[in-house]
């Protein structure tokens, strides 16, 4: 699961960088309002507010959440649309099921269930002393992780748990040693979020758009594609960071028992954690309420069972988020235990297994910035605006058929990506391709759902993903290092997305 920004926002902005920042928006704002475009009245108005609103996600003047609030306040104020309609998509039912999935991920957090997950994972016995294993062994659980919690969250769990493991006892030092093992496990972190709906912001992004646009898109649906093109990518990931940065043992040709890169064993530290809790327990059935919910409705649409009409209308994803939560909030999270002070006392008052003032420090600005994004979106369907940039993006380029617009589009936002959110990415190209689409006349599902997939693949600067952000603050990675096996990862993730469309979507009948 994805953070708000590629890294977030700053804290702190100079009065030289705000003041030129803000003016260039409203400066945009004013060319686009009075530039003649062949449009209606509220598309001209919305182009305006668009292109103020594109310049502060890309320059984070504001943070990007603060920016995705002012979106319906300015459509309002343009003319563009009333309060209701502009406000309304600031609480979709998609939106719902990020909240429900985060508040999840809070309490594994807090109980320690996703440390326990994860150290159960790597202590797997035939890993042995396989460096290429155990390189591996990260890379998986930093996908199955991020599939259902955030990027930055997993790599921050999983880093120390492989540092550990490594330990410091190569003479080679620990630069080229363990620059490989933590660059793979933080891009297996980046990619893990492609798996599931709720795995990156992007993904429900497109999904609404393509709701919007008449498609309906299942949760199993994103599964179906979205998991594969995954596990596509990280098979693809390991063989490229094996040949450019290998594990010692295989670099220099010894024995794979080499104590480099497996000093240790996991064993200790899954002991170290203890026997279950029941704020464990409670969050893991919570957990998995939520993923049956989720996947059940359309595996039941897929054998044409009777219950499927049930499901779809009664339990919906958001709805089936907020009752998963509902267990957290309603479990204490241990047995209540009496007073010692008197026994009249009675007994002592037991926290829940998620407290609220504990579930209320889920990231907001990711739900803002969702919201604020759909309204921005729905708007540019309505007005006809996303029809005119689609007109105008095909007048551009030539592009004239499904297969070029969907290769075009990846490789346009992993390289757009590297500097700006990918969920702001998502906001302002989902509308525009689907807009693309329609004027040509072909599926906008492989184009969009392409252009999700890869505003999650940027590898190359520290700055472009959390996951980035933390390894090289380990010091073991230098930039010019990521910036060259990032670039090559790009490229290779780039082509793995594009391959998994067009085999994909046909079978699926998408395309």
Known sequence: MSNVGNTGPSETIGWGRLAAGLSGAALLFALMWLLPVPVSDPAHHLLAVFVAVVFL?????LPVGATAL???PLMILSGVTDAKSAFEPYAHP????????????RAMARHGLDRRIALSLVSIPWLGSSPARVRMAFMATGLLLSMWISNVATTAILVPILLGLIGDETSEGPGPVLSGGVLSLAYACSVGGLGTPVGSPPNLIAMTALQESGFEFTFLDWVKIGLPTSILMIGMMYL?????????AIRAGVSQSSKHLTHGTAEPQVKGVGPWSRGERVTA????????GWIAPGILVALEAPAAQWFEQYLPPAAVAMFAVAVLFAVPAHRPTKSLASSS??????????PWSDAARIDWGVVVLFGGGMALGKQMFETGLAAYLGEGFVELTGVRDLWPLTFAVIFFTIFFTETCSNTATSNMLAPIVVGVATTLGVSPIPPVIGMALAASCAFMLPIATGPNAIVFGTGLVDSR????????LNLVCGVAIFIAMRLLSPLYGWA
């Open 57 to 61: 996600w890309v320059t984070e003047v």
């Open 70 to 72: 002012m979106i319906a």
């Open 94 to 105: 998609l939106l719902y099921l990020f909240v429900g999935g985060f508040m999840i991920a």
């Open 240 to 248: 490229v960071l094996q040949w450019m940065s290998p594990p010692p």
């Open 285 to 292: 059935v919570s957990f998995g309420l939520a993923v049956v």
């Open 345 to 354: 006392a009675g007994k002592l008052p037991v926290p829940r297994v998620l």
């Open 481 to 488: 290092q990521m910036m060259r096996i990032g670039l090559v």
